[in-house]
């Protein structure tokens, strides 16, 4: 397959070989983080932004707000009588 339709069309040790030694079918590079999620982690509950925190917490996992208490358990009905 031509260049044209490298990502569908290639193998992955072509593109590894055409990206390494052409600079050609390299897989697009991931946007960078938004937010360090370093900078400032042992403050983070009063530092970080509302949006920093969301981002963190889905992303590396940190800054994620105390998760809610799970419900309490149901409350058991008695047994009907038995006859």
């Known amino acids: 397959a031509g260049f044209a339709n490298w990502q569908a069309g290639w193998s992955e040790p072509k593109k590894s070989w055409c990206c390494t030694k052409m600079g050609r079918g390299c897989m697009p590079k991931p946007p960078p983080d938004p937010f360090n999620c370093a900078v400032d982690f042992m403050t983070w509950g009063t530092t970080w932004s509302a949006a920093k925190k969301a981002w963190c ?3 590396a996992g940190r800054g994620c707000q105390q998760p809610p208490a799970p419900p309490a ?3 058991p009905h008695p047994a009907p009588p038995v006859r």
């Open 57 to 59: 917490c889905q992303h």
């Open 73 to 75: 358990p149901p409350v």
